[in-house]
């Protein structure tokens, strides 16, 4: 049994080594690795989050554009070729990449390769699928996005912390002027040749890269590019009423060297249980008043990251009090370090939850993307032996530098009762 | 054939030079004589809204089409309703009578009749 496990441990090692391989195809960089699934993923990840936008929410508006008409075919036509080949596509928005995913049966490859680079070349964004497609779906985001606590603390923490860049809404707003030609523009600087790379999973690395060579070849990539402005961080508080959802307290730290020793820290708060209906052992879970969630929050990006308690629950007392815990348990672990065990904890599950995002087509573009993207090694082994790395000397040190920043303190929900951060022990 | 612009010789006519250099006259007369430049309108003013692709045409429309198209439609009734034409100076000018609504009635047409290939499309197993 031990030489089986060994046997796994090792073609897992390999596998996982294989995604490492970033070859420039056509000039943009290709990366893909096969675990042997039965279906395919192919996403394109355009460097268009919404830190580059240039107008609210043009970064919005161009992740629901996707999929739309494009010089080879229209909007109808990608959708019922899609359906005949039993595809599913999808776009996402993050704050520095935007991706395009289409899941296919293997073998159809040729077709979605080309689906995906014809809307990277020739897609049409015209003013019409503006207003009749775009736009009602960008502003039910936006109205949707806006009703949830959660989502909505964490938009305004960004702002908060950040400001401009990363401070950006993922979200249009809701009632926003954005045109065709915004989107355009944009669309024109951010489909580049650096800010493009395609990632497959369950697909053969010089298949997808003769793919895109053939598809993406002929076709110029004129656009110039983002260029991010290096991110600060500020903090702040804000209050937001709001009638529906939990009521909701978001306590932050921001910095600009995202490190591993954060996600081991957002590890040791996490109040997350490991088994389903039992309570955490986490300090940050302790006397938890019920129905309410501490959620530890660990948002790394290029250039900074923001870390996080998110404390929710049916009343403001029960996040008042559940907030002061979690506030007690920060600064435990940040002032006086974590004990040798707790630090193994932590590390343990950080390790888990680093491996396992790789694990999942969702997550392993967002966790080893922009790797890609950067051109340098992007495998499950270099975040791992990065968590591997951390001693209690070093995670003190991060932990201490990260909390003597500005608090970034956000209470939505009802703001009368909801605790100021004072009240919490900030 | 039969759809919302109805049936034209145009291209056709275009294509020969010889037929172009003797019917262009005649048509612009035509266009003259049907007396809707009189009223301030354009051609397109005319084409018969009751139709889905029209009507998807008109709601793509520029705002600015949108209001100069309001605006015609306005100053036209009003002249009918007076029974007077507008002065002769005032006359739409041939260069102004242009085919503003056409491009978009071709593209409504043109997506309509994918939609409607898509929808009665047989599938084969190659």
Known sequence: ??????????????????????????????????????????????????????TPGVAHALKNFAFKSTAKRSALGTIREAELYGGILSSSLSREYLALTAEFLRGDEEYF??????????AKLTRHE????????????????????????????????????????????????LTSEDVRSFASTAFSKDGIAFLGTGIDQSA???????????????????????????????????????????????????????AALSA??????????????????????????????????????????????????????????????????????????ELKKAVAKAKFQ????????????SVLGSKVLAGSEASADSLISSLDKIDSAAFSKAASALVKAKPTYVAVGHVDALPYPDELGL | MLGPLGYSFAPAVRRSRTLYKWIKPLADWYANVAGYRKMGLKYDDLLIEENPEVQKALSRLTPREEYDRAY?????????????????????????????????????????EERHIWDTMEVRRK
């Open chain 1, 1 to 54: 049994m031990l030489a089986a496990r060994t046997t796994a441990t090792r073609t897992a090692a390999r596998l996982a080594r294989s995604f490492a391989t970033v070859v420039d195809s056509a000039g943009v960089k290709v990366a893909a690795v096969d675990y042997g699934q039965p279906t395919s993923a192919v996403t394109v990840l355009v460097k268009a989050g919404s830190r580059y936008q240039t």
């Open chain 1, 113 to 122: 390769v080309d689906l995906l680079s014809s809307f990277v070349t020739s």
């Open chain 1, 130 to 177: 503006m207003a009749e497609l775009v736009l009602p779906v960008t502003e039910s985001e936006s109205t949707l996005a806006q009703q949830d606590p959660a989502t909505r603390a964490l938009e305004l923490a960004h702002t908060l912390a950040f400001r401009s860049g990363l401070g950006y809404s993922l979200f249009a707003p809701p009632h926003s002027h």
């Open chain 1, 208 to 262: 997808l890269s003769s793919l895109v060579q053939k598809h993406l070849g002929g076709a110029q990539l004129s656009g110039s590019g983002f260029k991010a402005s290096p991110s600060a961080y500020h903090g702040g508080e804000t209050r937001v009423e709001l009638a529906t959802g939990k009521q909701t307290v978001f306590i932050g730290y921001g910095t600009t060297t995202p490190s591993a020793e954060l």
């Open chain 1, 268 to 341: 040791h708060l996490s109040a997350e249980p490991s088994v389903k209906w039992a309570q955490s052992t986490s300090p940050a879970a302790a006397g938890l008043p019920s129905g309410t969630t501490v959620q530890s929050v660990y948002l790394p990006y290029s250039d900074a990251a923001l870390f996080g308690i998110l404390v929710q629950g049916p009343t403001a007392e029960a996040v008042k009090q559940a907030g002061q815990t979690a506030v007690k348990a920060l600064k435990e672990a940040t002032g006086s370090g974590l004990k040798a065990e």
């Open chain 1, 354 to 365: 680093a491996a396992s995002a790789t694990d999942r087509r969702d997550s392993i573009f």
């Open chain 2, 72 to 112: 015609r439609m306005k100053v036209a009734s009003l002249l009918s309703v007076n029974h007077k034409p507008l002065p002769k100076d005032k006359w739409l000018p041939a260069s102004e009578d242009v085919r503003y609504l056409k491009p978009y009635v071709e593209e409504a047409v043109k997506e309509t």
